[in-house]
């Protein structure tokens, strides 16, 4: 079983719509989560970053962790054509600077207009 | 701006051929990391230097090799390329005890012929 797991979409909604991206994971020693933006042709970027449980709130995006269900989500308010992207979520165990991050298979959103 | 950069966007390659791909990230990162990236498996780490000659084996070292010389340069080499090897490449990097904010290059398609 892969340690990250992410429906890969692909996901369709119309502007305007609350989209809810999620990931399972099976380790629990996972402690920092992120989630990061990957537009067609180009590298991901971080978009939001949560350590343990709980809510992180950036603008129309949101965050959310729940450690006892080793489940995170990442919900966008009022989503935009622009928010069409693949959204990969990622965690790892520990800030020590040898530890990469595990990675799902990103969700692929398409907003359409 | 961190800026993280790989030598070519595009690349071509014959079965057999030696391939350097080249990354140079200008935020003087301790950590550098490579890896490929595929419909329907996502994001898989190769290979990855949390300094200068240091190289730790990701999910999948299998056909590559890596150098890093020089702290802001992290080379992946294909010894002799082969058609499985036709992907995504991705250079990432990030600093020291800054867990979450891991920059990506724009990403090479790497295409063995």
């Known amino acids: 079983q892969k340690e990250v797991e992410q429906d890969p979409g692909p996901l369709s909604v119309p502007e305007g719509a609350i989209v809810s991206l999620n990931c399972t994971y099976s380790n629990s020693a996972f402690q920092y989560f992120m989630w990061y933006r990957q537009y067609s042709r180009k590298g991901p970027e971080l978009l939001m970053y949560?350590?343990?449980?709980g809510n992180k709130e950036d603008g129309r995006f949101t965050a959310q962790v729940d450690k006892s269900s080793k489940y995170i989500s990442l919900f966008i308010r009022d989503s935009q054509p622009s928010d069409s992207a693949t959204y990969l979520c990622a965690m790892t165990k520990n800030s020590n600077s040898g530890y990469a991050l595990n990675f799902g298979k990103g969700t692929s959103l398409l907003v359409t207009p | 701006d961190v800026k993280v950069t790989q030598s070519s966007r595009y690349l071509v390659k014959r079965t057999g051929e030696k391939v350097f791909l080249e990354c140079v990230q200008d935020?003087?990162?301790?950590?550098m990391f490579w890896y490929r990236q595929d419909p329907g498996l996502g994001l898989r780490l190769i290979y990855f230097s949390y300094d200068v000659k240091m190289k730790e084996k990701g999910d999948i070292p299998e056909g590559y090799s890596v150098s890093r010389e020089k702290k802001e340069r992290f080379s992946l080499i294909l010894e002799s390329a082969s058609t499985n090897q036709t992907s995504m490449y991705l250079c990432?990097?990030?600093?020291?005890?800054?867990?979450?904010?891991?920059?990506f290059g724009p990403g090479t398609r790497l295409t063995v012929l």
């Open positions: 990432a990097s990030r600093d020291r005890g800054s867990l979450n904010e891991q920059f």
């Open positions: 935020m003087d990162h301790e950590n």
């Open positions: 949560t350590y343990s449980s």
